[in-house]
């Protein structure tokens, strides 16, 4: 059995930056085992797999060890991957997820829309022991959705020049750590590591940022924010605040097309 694969990069315009996603389309969904073996073997943070529909496409994330119950930049890969080549000059593409519900990707010009949940961080009194000591610099203070904590700081360089304890912040399972603050020449920078989910750091996190951007807007009072993940690869996102909602954007492009023989 052949599979198709594409790889692309997200939140880039450039091969070989932003986040690299695998995306498979299927006729029909297979075993969650051979979904699972097929995620490891991409290697990627995420592989996103596509089920068309009359009206839609069902859409799954899975890492290197397990489902995601969201994935922004795969996402993005796979809208990519329609409107370039499975159904090209198509405007708009609408998923049905598991755990997020329906997300709708548009053109927007150059870029590439998402419409996401919001998710606004709630402030963390009591900061679990292994974020403190998995990131080693003391955040100015620390915000947390059901399965993120986010360590905001003073600056840009400070968020750079972290060198996380990987096993540390692996014991924070399942959540993962994000850090974050005001940036030079953007709203606001961040990194992500999910050490727990086989992702030591992810390059760019559209997801994180249906609840960094609620953050930052609300600090800042702005509802459109220029975002920057200053990851080794790096990445761009320009994300607008609507209510319960948040709008994604960014660009990607395809590096990679061909078969897996399974």
């Given at each position: 059995?052949?599979?198709?694969?594409f790889h692309?990069?997200?939140?880039?315009?450039?091969?070989?930056?932003g986040?690299?996603?695998?995306v498979?389309?299927?006729?029909?969904?297979?075993d969650?085992?051979?979904?699972?073996?097929?995620?490891?073997?991409?290697?990627l943070?995420?592989t996103?797999?596509?089920?068309p529909?009359?009206?839609?496409?069902?859409?799954?994330?899975f890492?290197?060890?397990?489902?995601?119950?969201?994935?922004?930049h795969?996402?993005?890969?796979?809208?990519?991957?329609?409107?370039q080549?499975?159904?090209?000059g198509?405007?708009?593409?609408?998923?049905?997820?598991?755990?997020?519900g329906?997300?709708?990707?548009s053109?927007?010009g150059?870029?590439?829309a998402?419409?996401?949940?919001?998710?606004?961080?709630?402030?963390c009194?009591?900061?679990?022991?292994?974020?403190?000591?998995?990131?080693?610099?003391?955040?100015?203070?620390?915000?947390?959705?059901?399965?993120?904590?986010?360590?905001?700081?003073e600056?840009?360089?400070?968020?750079?020049?972290?060198?996380?304890?990987?096993?540390?912040?692996e014991?924070?399972?399942p959540?993962?750590?994000?850090?974050?603050?005001?940036?030079?020449?953007?709203?606001?920078v961040?990194?992500?590591?999910?050490?727990?989910?086989g992702?030591?750091?992810d390059?760019?996190?559209?997801?994180?940022?249906?609840?960094?951007?609620?953050?930052?807007?609300?600090?800042?009072?702005?509802t459109?924010?220029?975002?920057?993940?200053v990851?080794?690869?790096?990445?761009?996102l320009?994300?607008?605040?609507?209510?319960?909602?948040?709008?994604i954007?960014?660009?990607?492009?395809?590096?990679?097309?061909?078969?897996?023989?399974?």
């Amino acid at each position: 059995m052949y599979l198709p694969v594409f790889h692309v990069d997200a939140f880039t315009a450039k091969p070989f930056g932003g986040n690299p996603a695998a995306v498979c389309p299927l006729a029909e969904w297979l075993d969650d085992d051979l979904l699972r073996a097929v995620a490891l073997e991409n290697n990627l943070s995420e592989t996103a797999y596509l089920v068309p529909r009359d009206d839609h496409y069902d859409l799954r994330w899975f890492t290197p060890r397990c489902e995601a119950k969201l994935c922004g930049h795969a996402t993005l890969a796979s809208a990519h991957v329609i409107m370039q080549i499975l159904a090209p000059g198509s405007h708009s593409v609408r998923f049905e997820t598991a755990y997020s519900g329906a997300l709708t990707v548009s053109r927007d010009g150059d870029l590439l829309a998402m419409d996401f949940p919001a998710n606004p961080p709630r402030l963390c009194v009591n900061p679990p022991a292994p974020l403190l000591d998995g990131l080693g610099s003391a955040p100015v203070s620390v915000m947390q959705v059901e399965d993120n904590y986010f360590a905001v700081y003073e600056r840009e360089e400070d968020v750079r020049r972290i060198s996380p304890n990987l096993r540390m912040l692996e014991k924070l399972h399942p959540a993962g750590a994000a850090i974050t603050a005001p940036g030079h020449g953007s709203d606001f920078v961040s990194r992500y590591f999910a050490p727990s989910y086989g992702i030591p750091e992810d390059p760019v996190t559209g997801s994180t940022h249906c609840s960094l951007a609620p953050y930052w807007g609300d600090r800042l009072g702005k509802t459109s924010l220029y975002a920057r993940q200053v990851s080794q690869r790096g990445g761009e996102l320009w994300c607008d605040l609507e209510g319960p909602r948040v709008t994604i954007k960014g660009k990607a492009v395809l590096t990679l097309r061909g078969e897996l023989l399974i």
